[in-house]
């Protein structure tokens, strides 16, 4: 049982899958390429579905490599450990089920380099999966860090047959920020890891092991900061969040549907880890600002996504305002601010990538993206239409679909808080994103789709059924939680 | 028998939607579904809920209540459940909501004989009494918020059926969005008044509160009653009633979802999208009670909209204008009953209205075809009826006007002198338009609007015979009425007052100046939003010349700390790049040169460091 | 007449040191730049000649210094001319501002 | 005499014994055969690697009147230089193949520098240890002259003159060190002054000794050769130049540092503000350079900056770091000049832009680059990420005082961000020209493939070597 339910074979078997592919061994085929990566993040997702079933809350799967009886780095007490909780689990599934249906629809979106473009997508997925059962900062952190070079790759690569030299800058913009935050990030863990040792005489990295009741405030409060500031590029926290839309509207479809959908969510998931989890006396202090920081990012992405008018770059906004209502759920510190959290994570993981995949499709067939000039393709394509429909209203949080719940319980959650008035306030001040994201998603859906049939798309066909399985089962997973909240809230301990 | 249905009424409530499911599914999947199994199955759910409500009615007495749930949330002892509540409001509302959309449903057979997509219209309609059905029967606030907004979704759908039609989808949106305002509100009000709750009661079911909480803890809470936040409370749900009853500062989207098809208006105007509002002020009477001012402003609310509708309805040339502008006028109407507290009369006003207006929506002509002389007169008995003249619209007033002082009675006498106004005069305009014809009727038609008329009068005799109510002034008002626009009627129409009629006829301005001024405002913060975004946040040379302009600190931060800290420092670093290439001379001797001025200033610092520091020595010792 | 204490040979060395550093900078005839690095090289001399004079004591390590630093010194001067002169060929001067081509 | 050659001397008395072989068999064996210098090169640096177990290190051994030592931590540095040599003689095939004859001396001068790498770390006075910097600086001068062309000799010259000049500054700070203790061993040195208050005089000294050292690491003062200097060299020399002896400076600054120079407080500052400086001057330079052996250069520059930075706040931890960063540091930059020797001779040059497609032509050469230069920068799976997060790990050990230095390191290392990328992004492209398909000598890809390998494999594992890198620094 212990080698079945192996996080490290969860983790690492995707990056060899990864280096196999590369390796001039595997054949240059694309299809059989496109065949085998399918088939291995299947597998991964089945693995997932399967550890999930072997999942118990009160047990969470712990495991450690040694190498030759030894830890990592014993220098400075780095064990190679992993371990996954309730909400790993959750992010862990959510996880491969993105990168299952996003590598499904590599197939219209990525002509060229197929070799190295899956090669890169196993690597980008093994670095996430590594982030997520990480219980180690320094594992953390390095796989943190690994997550860069795919991913960068994935954002600029010249995978379409169209060149893209936007795509270029915006990847070297995503790299450049998020290697900024990494390093201020790199030197909280470093801070943290040296005082926790001065102050407990204990040489460890692991989360749970970490000491810190003892360290200085003043000390711990420059630590958070540097955490905030390091999550905060990923999340995005509002100053930091430019390289978002330039990143995810430049990036092929499958990728904007992986930013969006999980990378984004590695920034509030290490914002749990460090600062609520570990730093969680200064997470107190800090919470009210970030609330307020919160409702910036709700607030003003919205309008700034109300005025768009390229249709991925609406989606790419609503992703930071829906990031937003993520962290104000945590600054909430209670239980249910945290379930709402992770439940928002998952709604808005699949939402985004539904829309993400919309917006591809749409363009794939209409070669643009101007939502002046779209409209009226909803009779040529009442398949995706009715899809699009649903996944529109999901994101507008409408009851039956799981973003409904998570935003209500974020709201009841920052009311119930116990951090003071401020986060009480910000708990009304957020509703109004009910009324804005209804004008920009329901503009989305209305310019997009709607309206008098045009000359220009006379002939656009509907969705093949490869867009269709992964339109559906998006619709699927957000009404199976939508309906059945329960089964992701019994695992968020 | 009562406890078996009772039990198993979700199963009558879920049969809607297990419909829609079967109809869409079926639809999406490419399975091929007959046209009349698509009716009968719509007809029969109806059906069935018609006859479980009302067998159910008579067995609760006005204090039993019958209540089951299953926890729906569950975080540690958060819980939210979802389940049935069974009292005889709920069971009141739920059997008209039934009768009413099984008639209109009735209607759409007809209607919709010749249009595509039938199978996805009467999927929403099913779709649509589920959510209402399952609001009407919710046990708690947070059960009745997600079918609210469910409702809303449904309403939208049904609105903007025809996609292609531009106009249609964008009245739908406005529709869609007004109706998000009232949304918020009540989910604000759930938030703050479940924090109320556990603050203040010993309630302490966080967020679900449900309703038989709320009807012992009005008791326990009334010494907090004078705390703002209770204000705010009820005010948010009052905002939250009003938006969806169409009332003032929000009716306007009453006339946009006049773009729906005529059964769907017939279906939002009468029992189901506006009933919401009164239903809801209903269900959270305990909280009114307690906070006064709330209750005036209801009332005040409901008369100010009665009468600028009223006056809207007198000026309109459009029948389907004219009927929307009358709902709002007759919700008002029930408002100011449920602000004196009168919930006899509220319920009663609610129930003739639910009767009749789809009646009048099904007799109306369509547009440029001649009037059908059965419809006609139809049309007719049904204005009387809702003026206050005939049945149950006449007792309804009278149960009205019966608790209600002289103020109260000339308004109400006044308004009911203005609906009979409109209502004839926009037949007169009507007929004179297009002209009456002796048409064939519709069996089905004819077989829905004498559903409504049997009820009508079932119902009026019914409650005669237990009444002690008598004719009252609306009544003899509403003759004046019509004999009035008998009289003013000329040859060439009515006479416009100018100035007042199209103030009247703009519907007060209301809708133009929120086009103007909330959407401007909105767009011009999306635009100054993007603006902010593009200039500041992604380039920066803007910030330099606001920096100009004078507001140089904020200028600061935005450029140094906000804008964009990495292209700071890779800006930062280009131009110490600069510098770093021009040291780079290609001359050895440059390269010494800056070794020698490295060297020489460490060393002379250091000198100076120690100088410094022997005289510190010194001056210790 | 003072006496010559240790000071003023440490002067004398700094002196000489900086100036030989000093002109390698300055100088732009090649030849000047080298002879003003042998010029460092003999402010060294002087420096260590004088302590272990000095304060050498018993042990001769500053003489033996002084001698393979000479040495040294001449064979790096003969490196350098060795490379000077397949650099001459190409440019035919000898300023060594002509020789910044990289 | 005798003994303490046998205990301590094998190793580099055979790199002689080749040295000499090299050069006779030079003057009379025919041109025919002068390929067959590298191996004789290799064989003898193989029996040095061999002979260096024979190595007395227990704890410490002194010898020749205590001008020389040996500790486990010399044998480590002498066994990296080593290794290194050896690599760097597989890569000089094609830049022999062009001399005939005086390939023979070319691999004796390889050798000979190689030899001075070695007497440099184990040196205990400062006699000895001038002579081996000079020992190991005249056949530099060579091997950057040797390549064709005009170019390398002005990188010699350049070369030259900085470093006597630097040699000079060295030499001035020894003299006053001299000066206050008349005596030039370490030990001895550390003895005296451990007894009495440090002085103005011994500052002065030691950051004159400093100074001189550190010209070799390109570090100010005296940098700004390091740039002219890689242009104009050889790819194969490059990859001598920027790696023993920038060991070797290593080796024996941490010692000195540990030792005789460890008694002034001022000394960390001064180093830590000179290494900012060089770090700052590196990475901006960089970011705007397309020339691949500059931006190298600039990126030797800026590591030998980050580390000189933590050796300079001495404890043995920090010396642990030390030592694991420039093993990991020395092998990633072999790596890369491997790459760059096997571009020049294919016509492909140094300008990032021809890099276009290079990865499309050879997938396993393109992926061995690659790697190293992620490596450079500081990404995982490599061994520079852990050599990174373990030496910035000593800076915060260190204390508070130095962690705005740390912030300003970790703010460069985004800057260097921009020209690592732009090293390994072009490959990546779509050719504009086609070129042609990137062949290697079987040495050439040897020596990539294994320094990759070991890139990775100490990314992945270093436990082991960081667990040397400890037991050398507390042997030290």
Same mark, same amino acid.
């Given at each position: 049982?212990?080698?079945?339910?192996?996080?490290?074979?969860?983790?690492?078997?995707?990056?060899?899958?990864?280096?196999?592919?590369?390796?001039?061994?595997?054949?240059?085929?694309?299809?059989?390429?496109?065949?085998?990566?399918?088939?291995?993040?299947?597998?991964?997702?089945?693995?997932?579905?399967?550890?999930?079933?072997?999942?118990?809350?009160?047990?969470?799967?712990?495991?450690?490599?040694?190498?030759?009886?030894?830890?990592?780095?014993?220098?400075?007490?780095?064990?190679?450990?992993?371990?996954?909780?309730?909400?790993?689990?959750?992010?862990?599934?959510?996880?491969?089920?993105?990168?299952?249906?996003?590598?499904?629809?590599?197939?219209?979106?990525? +002509?060229?380099?197929?070799?190295?473009?899956?090669?890169?997508?196993?690597?980008?997925?093994?670095?996430?999966?590594?982030?997520?059962?990480?219980?180690?900062?320094?594992?953390?952190?390095?796989?943190?860090?690994?997550?860069?070079?795919?991913?960068?790759?994935?954002?600029?690569?010249?995978?379409?047959?169209?060149?893209?030299?936007?795509?270029?800058?915006?990847?070297?913009?995503?790299?450049?920020?998020?290697?900024?935050?990494?390093?201020?990030?790199?030197?909280?863990?470093?801070?943290?890891?040296?005082?926790?040792?001065?102050?407990?005489?204990?040489?460890?990295?692991?989360?749970?092991?970490?000491?810190?009741? +003892?360290?200085?405030?003043?000390?711990?409060?420059?630590?958070?900061?540097?955490?905030?500031?390091?999550?905060?590029?990923?999340?995005?926290?509002?100053?930091?969040?430019?390289?978002?839309?330039?990143?995810?509207?430049?990036?092929?479809?499958?990728?904007?549907?992986?930013?969006?959908?999980?990378?984004?969510?590695?920034?509030?998931?290490?914002?749990?880890?460090?600062?609520?989890?570990?730093?969680?006396?200064?997470?107190?202090?800090?919470?009210?600002?970030?609330?307020?920081?919160?409702?910036?990012?709700?607030?003003?992405?919205?309008?700034?996504?109300?005025?768009?008018?390229?249709?991925? +770059?609406?989606?790419?906004?609503?992703?930071?305002?829906?990031?937003?209502?993520?962290?104000?759920?945590?600054?909430?510190?209670?239980?249910?601010?945290?379930?709402?959290?992770?439940?928002?994570?998952?709604?808005?993981?699949?939402?985004?990538?539904?829309?993400?995949?919309?917006?591809?499709?749409?363009?794939?067939?209409?070669?643009?993206?101007?939502?002046?000039?779209?409209?009226?393709?909803?009779?040529?394509?009442?398949?995706?239409?009715?899809?699009?429909?649903?996944?529109?209203?999901?994101?507008?949080?409408?009851?039956?679909?799981?973003?409904?719940?998570?935003?209500?319980?974020?709201?009841?959650?920052?009311?119930?808080?116990?951090?003071?008035?401020?986060?009480?306030?910000?708990?009304?001040?957020?509703?109004?994103?009910?009324?804005?994201?209804?004008?920009?998603?329901?503009?989305?859906?209305?310019?997009?789709?709607?309206?008098?049939?045009?000359?220009?798309?006379?002939?656009?066909?509907?969705?093949?059924?490869?867009?269709?399985?992964?339109?559906?089962?998006?619709?699927?997973?957000?009404?199976?939680?939508?309906?059945?909240?329960?089964?992701?809230?019994?695992?968020?301990? | 028998?009562?406890?078996?249905?009772?039990?198993?009424?979700?199963?009558?409530?879920?049969?809607?939607?297990?419909?829609?499911?079967?109809?869409?599914?079926?639809?999406?999947f490419a399975v091929y579904i007959n046209k009349t199994l698509t009716h009968a199955l719509t007809l029969l759910s109806s059906a069935m809920g018609v006859i479980a409500t009302l067998g159910l009615y008579k067995f609760f007495t006005p204090d039993k209540i019958y209540e089951y749930s299953y926890p729906f949330l569950k975080i540690n002892d958060f819980v939210v459940p979802f389940?049935?509540?069974?009292?005889?409001?709920?069971?009141?509302?739920?059997?008209?909501?039934?009768?009413?959309?099984?008639?209109?449903?009735?209607?759409?057979?007809?209607?919709?004989?010749?249009?595509?997509?039938?199978?996805?219209?009467?999927?929403?309609?099913?779709?649509?009494?589920?959510?209402?059905?399952?609001?009407?029967?919710?046990?708690?606030?947070?059960?009745?918020?997600?079918?609210?907004?469910?409702?809303?979704?449904?309403?939208?759908?049904?609105?903007?059926?025809?996609?292609?039609?531009?106009?249609?989808?964008?009245?739908?949106?406005?529709?869609?969005?007004?109706?998000?305002?009232?949304?918020?509100?009540?989910?604000?009000?759930?938030?703050?008044?479940?924090?109320?709750?556990?603050?203040?009661?010993?309630?302490?079911?966080?967020?679900?509160?449900?309703?038989?909480?709320?009807?012992?803890?009005?008791?326990?809470?009334?010494?907090?009653?004078?705390?703002?936040?209770?204000?705010?409370?009820?005010?948010?749900?009052?905002?939250?009633?009003?938006?969806?009853?169409?009332?003032?500062?929000?009716?306007?989207?009453? =006339?946009?979802?006049?773009?729906?098809?005529?059964?769907?208006?017939?279906?939002?105007?009468?029992?189901?999208?506006?009933?919401?509002?009164?239903?809801?002020?209903?269900?959270?009477?305990?909280?009114?009670?307690?906070?006064?001012?709330?209750?005036?402003?209801?009332?005040?609310?409901?008369?100010?909209?009665?009468?600028?509708?009223?006056?809207?309805?007198?000026? =309109?040339?459009?029948?389907?204008?004219?009927?929307?502008?009358?709902?709002?006028?007759?919700?008002?109407?029930?408002?100011?009953?449920?602000?004196?507290?009168?919930?006899?009369?509220?319920?009663?006003?609610?129930?003739?209205?639910?009767?009749?207006?789809?009646?009048?929506?099904?007799?109306?002509?369509?547009?440029?075809?001649?009037?059908?002389?059965?419809?006609?007169?139809?049309?007719?008995?049904?204005?009387?009826?809702?003026?206050?003249?005939?049945?149950?619209?006449?007792?309804?007033?009278?149960?009205?006007?019966?608790?209600?002082?002289?103020?109260?009675?000339?308004?109400?006498?006044?308004?009911?002198?203005?609906?009979?106004?409109?209502?004839?005069?926009?037949?007169?305009?009507?007929?004179?338009?297009?002209?009456?014809?002796?048409?064939?009727?519709?069996?089905?038609?004819?077989?829905?609007?004498?559903?409504?008329?049997?009820?009508?009068?079932?119902?009026?005799?019914?409650?005669?015979?237990?009444?002690?109510?008598?004719?009252?002034?609306?009544?003899?008002?509403?003759?004046?009425?019509?004999?009035?626009?008998?009289?003013?009627?000329?040859?060439?129409?009515?006479?416009?007052?100018?100035?007042?009629?199209?103030?009247?006829?703009?519907?007060?301005?209301?809708?133009?100046?929120?086009?103007?001024?909330?959407?401007?405002?909105?767009?011009?913060?999306?635009?100054?939003?993007?603006?902010?975004?593009?200039?500041?946040?992604?380039?920066?040379?803007?910030?330099?010349?606001?920096?100009?302009?004078?507001?140089?600190?904020?200028?600061?931060?935005?450029?140094?700390?906000?804008?964009?800290?990495?292209?700071?420092?890779?800006?930062?670093?280009?131009?110490?790049?600069?510098?770093?290439?021009?040291?780079?001379?290609?001359?050895? =001797?440059?390269?010494?040169?800056?070794?020698?001025?490295?060297?020489?200033?460490?060393?002379?610092?250091?000198?100076?460091?120690?100088?410094?520091?022997?005289?510190?020595?010194?001056?210790?010792? | 007449?003072?006496?010559?204490?240790?000071?003023?040979?440490?002067?004398?060395?700094?002196?000489?040191?900086?100036?030989?550093?000093?002109?390698?900078?300055?100088?732009?005839? $090649?030849?000047?730049?080298?002879?003003? $690095?042998?010029?460092?090289?003999?402010?060294?001399?002087?420096?260590?000649?004088?302590?272990?004079?000095?304060?050498?004591?018993?042990?001769?390590?500053?003489?033996?210094?002084?001698?393979?630093?000479?040495?040294?010194?001449? $064979?790096?001067?003969?490196?350098?001319?060795?490379?000077?002169?397949?650099?001459?060929?190409?440019?035919?001067?000898?300023? $060594?501002?002509?020789?910044?081509?990289? | 005499?005798?003994?303490?050659?046998?205990?301590?001397?094998?190793?580099?008395?055979?790199?002689?014994?080749?040295?000499?072989?090299?050069?006779?068999?030079?003057?009379?064996?025919?041109?025919?055969?002068?390929?067959?210098?590298?191996?004789?090169?290799?064989?003898?640096?193989?029996?040095?690697?061999?002979?260096?177990?024979?190595?007395?290190?227990?704890?410490?051994?002194?010898?020749?009147?205590?001008?020389?030592?040996?500790?486990?931590?010399?044998?480590?540095?002498?066994?990296?230089?080593?290794?290194?040599?050896?690599?760097?003689?597989?890569?000089?095939?094609?830049?022999?193949?062009?001399?005939?004859?005086?390939?023979?001396?070319?691999?004796?001068?390889? !050798?000979?520098?190689?030899?001075?790498?070695? %007497?440099? /770390?184990?040196?205990?006075?400062?006699?000895?240890?001038?002579?081996?910097?000079?020992?190991?600086?005249?056949?530099?001068?060579?091997?950057?002259?040797?390549?064709?062309?005009?170019?390398?000799?002005?990188?010699?010259?350049?070369?030259?003159?900085?470093?006597?000049?630097?040699?000079?500054?060295?030499?001035?700070? #020894?003299?006053?060190?001299?000066?206050?203790?008349? %005596?030039?061993?370490?030990?001895?040195?550390?003895?005296?002054?451990?007894?009495?208050?440090?002085?103005?005089?011994?500052?002065?000294?030691?950051?004159?000794?400093?100074?001189?050292?550190?010209?070799?690491?390109?570090?100010?003062?005296?940098?700004?050769?390091?740039?002219?200097?890689?242009?104009?060299?050889?790819?194969? /020399?490059?990859?001598?130049?920027?790696?023993?002896?920038?060991?070797?400076?290593?080796?024996?600054?941490?010692?000195?540092?540990?030792?005789? !120079?460890?008694?002034?407080?001022?000394?960390?500052?001064?180093?830590?503000?000179?290494?900012?400086?060089?770090?700052?001057?590196?990475?901006?330079?960089?970011?705007?350079?397309?020339?691949?052996?500059?931006?190298?250069?600039?990126?030797?520059?800026?590591?030998?900056?980050?580390?000189?930075?933590?050796?300079?706040?001495?404890?043995?931890?920090?010396?642990?770091?030390?030592?694991?960063?420039?093993?990991?540091? #020395? #092998?990633?930059?072999?790596?890369?000049?491997?790459?760059?020797?096997?571009?020049?001779?294919?016509?492909?040059?140094?300008?990032?832009?021809?890099?276009?497609?290079?990865?499309?032509?050879?997938?396993?050469?393109?992926?061995?680059?690659?790697?190293?230069?992620?490596?450079?920068?500081?990404?995982?799976?490599?061994?520079?990420?852990?050599?990174?997060?373990?030496?910035?790990?000593?800076?915060?050990?260190?204390?508070?005082?130095?962690?705005?230095?740390?912030?300003?390191?970790?703010?460069?290392?985004?800057?260097?961000?921009?020209?690592?990328?732009?090293?390994?992004?072009?490959?990546?492209?779509?050719?504009?020209?086609?070129?042609?398909?990137?062949?290697?000598?079987?040495?050439?890809?040897?020596?990539?493939?294994?320094?990759?390998?070991?890139?990775?494999?100490?990314?992945?594992?270093?436990?082991?070597?960081?667990?040397?890198?400890?037991?050398?620094?507390?042997?030290?």
């Amino acid at each position: 049982m212990d080698i079945l339910i192996s996080i490290p074979f969860l983790v690492f078997f995707p990056m060899l899958a990864s280096f196999f592919i590369m390796s001039p061994l595997f054949t240059n085929n694309e299809i059989s390429i496109r065949r085998f990566s399918k088939s291995i993040f299947g597998f991964i997702f089945l693995y997932t579905i399967f550890l999930l079933v072997m999942f118990d809350t009160a047990n969470p799967f712990i495991s450690k490599i040694s190498f030759f009886g030894l830890d990592w780095i014993q220098a400075l007490g780095v064990q190679f450990s992993f371990k996954i909780d309730g909400i790993g689990m959750i992010l862990v599934l959510l996880t491969s089920f993105i990168f299952f249906i996003s590598a499904i629809s590599s197939k219209m979106n990525i +002509r060229k380099n197929h070799k190295f473009y899956y090669s890169m997508l196993l690597l980008l997925m093994s670095a996430i999966l590594g982030i997520f059962t990480a219980s180690d900062m320094f594992v953390f952190f390095m796989f943190w860090e690994l997550e860069l070079i795919p991913a960068y790759f994935l954002i600029g690569g010249d995978f379409s047959l169209e060149t893209n030299t936007e795509a270029k800058k915006s990847a070297i913009k995503f790299v450049l920020f998020t290697f900024l935050g990494s390093m201020v990030m790199l030197l909280g863990i470093l801070l943290l890891h040296y005082y926790s040792y001065m102050t407990s005489q204990t040489l460890t990295a692991n989360f749970s092991e970490i000491f810190t009741e +003892r360290i200085p405030v003043i000390i711990k409060l420059i630590i958070s900061a540097c955490f905030i500031i390091g999550f905060g590029v990923k999340l995005p926290i509002i100053p930091l969040h430019t390289w978002l839309p330039d990143a995810h509207t430049n990036a092929p479809t499958p990728i904007s549907m992986v930013l969006a959908g999980i990378m984004l969510k590695t920034g509030a998931y290490g914002i749990f880890r460090f600062n609520y989890q570990i730093m969680n006396d200064v997470f107190q202090i800090f919470a009210p600002v970030l609330a307020i920081f919160a409702l910036v990012n709700i607030i003003y992405t919205a309008f700034v996504a109300y005025a768009q008018t390229d249709i991925k +770059r609406i989606v790419a906004y609503s992703s930071i305002s829906n990031m937003g209502l993520i962290l104000l759920g945590l600054c909430a510190f209670n239980q249910i601010g945290l379930n709402a959290s992770v439940f928002h994570m998952t709604a808005h993981g699949l939402v985004t990538a539904g829309l993400f995949m919309i917006c591809g499709i749409v363009y794939l067939r209409c070669k643009t993206r101007d939502i002046n000039t779209l409209g009226g393709i909803a009779s040529n394509m009442p398949r995706l239409f009715g899809l699009a429909t649903l996944i529109v209203l999901a994101s507008i949080g409408v009851p039956a679909f799981a973003p409904f719940i998570s935003e209500v319980l974020t709201v009841i959650s920052a009311m119930f808080s116990n951090l003071g008035i401020v986060l009480k306030v910000s708990a009304i001040v957020a509703l109004p994103l009910l009324i804005i994201s209804s004008c920009y998603m329901l503009k989305f859906l209305h310019c997009g789709f709607m309206g008098e049939k045009q000359e220009a798309f006379a002939k656009i066909n509907d969705i093949t059924t490869h867009e269709f399985i992964v339109l559906a089962s998006v619709v699927a997973g957000l009404l199976l939680f939508g309906i059945f909240p329960s089964a992701l809230l019994g695992m968020i301990g | 028998m009562e406890e078996l249905i009772s039990e198993n009424l979700y199963l009558i409530i879920l049969l809607p939607l297990w419909i829609f499911l079967i109809l869409m599914l079926g639809r999406f999947f490419a399975v091929y579904i007959n046209k009349t199994l698509t009716h009968a199955l719509t007809l029969l759910s109806s059906a069935m809920g018609v006859i479980a409500t009302l067998g159910l009615y008579k067995f609760f007495t006005p204090d039993k209540i019958y209540e089951y749930s299953y926890p729906f949330l569950k975080i540690n002892d958060f819980v939210v459940p979802f389940g049935i509540h069974i009292d005889r409001m709920s069971l009141m509302f739920t059997s008209v909501l039934f009768f009413v959309s099984l008639l209109i449903q009735l209607f759409s057979i007809s209607y919709m004989k010749d249009k595509k997509k039938q199978y996805r219209f009467f999927a929403l309609l099913n779709l649509f009494n589920f959510s209402i059905a399952g609001l009407f029967l919710s046990p708690n606030l947070f059960q009745t918020y997600v079918f609210w907004e469910l409702a809303g979704v449904v309403s939208y759908l049904l609105i903007g059926f025809d996609y292609d039609q531009f106009k249609k989808s964008v009245a739908a949106k406005k529709v869609f969005i007004i109706n998000r305002i009232g949304d918020t509100a009540f989910l604000a009000g759930i938030t703050m008044s479940s924090y109320f709750l556990y603050e203040y009661a010993p309630v302490k079911s966080l967020a679900s509160l449900s309703f038989f909480d709320i009807n012992t803890s009005s008791v326990l809470i009334g010494a907090y009653t004078s705390r703002p936040l209770f204000l705010i409370i009820c005010w948010l749900f009052l905002t939250a009633a009003i938006v969806k009853s169409a009332q003032l500062p929000f009716y306007t989207w009453l =006339q946009d979802a006049m773009e729906a098809k005529l059964p769907v208006s017939a279906l939002l105007h009468s029992s189901t999208l506006v009933a919401l509002g009164i239903y809801l002020t209903l269900r959270l009477l305990p909280f009114y009670t307690l906070a006064p001012i709330v209750l005036k402003s209801a009332t005040v609310i409901g008369i100010l909209t009665a009468f600028v509708c009223s006056l809207s309805a007198c000026s =309109q040339t459009d029948m389907k204008k004219t009927l929307a502008y009358s709902t709002s006028a007759q919700f008002g109407l029930m408002f100011f009953a449920i602000g004196v507290l009168n919930i006899k009369a509220a319920i009663a006003l609610f129930c003739a209205h639910a009767l009749i207006k789809p009646m009048l929506f099904i007799t109306i002509p369509n547009e440029n075809e001649k009037w059908n002389y059965t419809n006609f007169v139809l049309f007719l008995i049904g204005g009387l009826s809702l003026s206050g003249v005939l049945f149950l619209g006449m007792l309804s007033k009278e149960i009205f006007v019966y608790s209600l002082g002289t103020t109260g009675k000339t308004l109400v006498t006044i308004l009911s002198f203005l609906t009979a106004f409109y209502i004839t005069r926009i037949a007169l305009v009507a007929t004179d338009k297009n002209g009456l014809e002796k048409g064939n009727v519709n069996i089905i038609e004819i077989l829905s609007i004498s559903g409504f008329l049997i009820l009508n009068i079932g119902i009026y005799v019914y409650l005669r015979k237990i009444g002690v109510y008598k004719i009252a002034e609306p009544f003899w008002a509403a003759i004046t009425a019509w004999i009035s626009v008998y009289i003013l009627y000329t040859k060439q129409g009515f006479y416009k007052i100018p100035f007042i009629y199209p103030l009247c006829h703009e519907g007060f301005y209301l809708d133009k100046l929120y086009m103007t001024v909330v959407v401007g405002t909105y767009n011009k913060i999306a635009k100054l939003s993007d603006l902010f975004e593009t200039k500041i946040f992604s380039n920066y040379k803007p910030a330099l010349l606001f920096s100009k302009c004078g507001v140089k600190t904020v200028c600061w931060i935005e450029e140094n700390v906000m804008n964009r800290a990495v292209s700071a420092i890779v800006s930062f670093s280009r131009q110490v790049s600069t510098i770093s290439k021009q040291l780079q001379t290609k001359n050895v =001797q440059w390269y010494n040169l800056y070794g020698f001025m490295i060297i020489t200033a460490i060393i002379s610092c250091l000198v100076l460091a120690y100088i410094a520091f022997l005289a510190y020595i010194e001056g210790v010792g | 007449m003072t006496e010559i204490t240790l000071y003023h040979y440490l002067f004398v060395g700094l002196f000489v040191f900086v100036l030989g550093f000093a002109g390698s900078i300055v100088c732009k005839n $090649i030849i000047k730049v080298l002879i003003c $690095i042998e010029f460092m090289l003999t402010g060294v001399n002087i420096n260590f000649a004088t302590f272990a004079k000095y304060c050498g004591g018993s042990s001769a390590d500053g003489f033996v210094m002084i001698l393979f630093y000479t040495a040294i010194g001449a $064979i790096e001067l003969a490196v350098a001319l060795y490379i000077f002169y397949f650099m001459h060929c190409k440019k035919q001067s000898d300023n $060594i501002e002509k020789y910044g081509e990289l | 005499m005798i003994n303490d050659f046998f205990n301590i001397l094998l190793p580099q008395g055979c790199l002689t014994i080749f040295i000499l072989l090299q050069l006779l068999i030079g003057m009379f064996a025919s041109p025919k055969f002068h390929k067959y210098a590298r191996f004789i090169s290799l064989i003898g640096i193989s029996l040095s690697i061999l002979l260096l177990s024979t190595v007395q290190t227990e704890p410490q051994y002194f010898a020749f009147k205590n001008s020389i030592m040996s500790d486990s931590y010399t044998q480590l540095f002498h066994f990296v230089i080593l290794l290194c040599g050896f690599f760097i003689t597989l890569l000089t095939k094609k830049l022999t193949n062009t001399f005939k004859q005086s390939s023979y001396t070319f691999n004796a001068l390889l !050798l000979t520098a190689i030899l001075g790498a070695l %007497s440099i /770390v184990s040196a205990n006075d400062f006699l000895t240890l001038f002579i081996s910097i000079e020992l190991m600086a005249f056949p530099t001068y060579f091997l950057i002259a040797s390549a064709k062309g005009y170019h390398s000799k002005e990188a010699a010259f350049k070369y030259l003159i900085t470093s006597a000049v630097s040699t000079g500054v060295f030499l001035f700070g #020894v003299s006053y060190l001299y000066g206050i203790t008349s %005596s030039l061993n370490f030990t001895e040195i550390y003895e005296v002054l451990s007894e009495g208050e440090p002085t103005l005089i011994y500052s002065f000294a030691s950051v004159m000794i400093v100074f001189g050292l550190i010209s070799k690491l390109s570090i100010y003062p005296f940098a700004n050769w390091v740039i002219d200097v890689y242009k104009g060299t050889e790819t194969s /020399v490059l990859a001598f130049l920027s790696t023993i002896p920038k060991l070797a400076m290593f080796g024996i600054l941490c010692r000195l540092l540990v030792f005789p !120079l460890s008694l002034g407080l001022e000394l960390p500052f001064i180093i830590a503000i000179i290494s900012l400086i060089t770090a700052i001057w590196a990475n901006t330079y960089a970011i705007r350079e397309k020339d691949a052996k500059v931006i190298l250069a600039c990126s030797t520059s800026a590591n030998m900056s980050y580390v000189l930075l933590v050796s300079a706040l001495v404890s043995v931890y920090n010396l642990s770091t030390v030592i694991f960063y420039l093993l990991c540091y #020395v #092998v990633m930059n072999i790596a890369v000049f491997a790459f760059l020797n096997i571009t020049e001779y294919e016509d492909i040059g140094f300008n990032v832009a021809n890099f276009k497609g290079l990865f499309h032509k050879n997938h396993s050469l393109g992926l061995a680059y690659t790697i190293s230069v992620i490596g450079l920068a500081g990404f995982p799976i490599t061994s520079g990420f852990v050599a990174k997060i373990y030496l910035f790990s000593a800076i915060v050990n260190s204390g508070l005082v130095f962690i705005p230095f740390l912030l300003a390191l970790l703010i460069l290392m985004v800057v260097a961000l921009f020209y690592y990328l732009k090293l390994i992004l072009p490959m990546f492209e779509k050719a504009t020209v086609d070129t042609k398909v990137l062949k290697a000598l079987y040495s050439q890809k040897f020596v990539l493939i294994i320094t990759t390998a070991i890139t990775v494999l100490i990314g992945a594992y270093p436990e082991k070597i960081i667990e040397l890198c400890r037991f050398v620094a507390y042997n030290i």
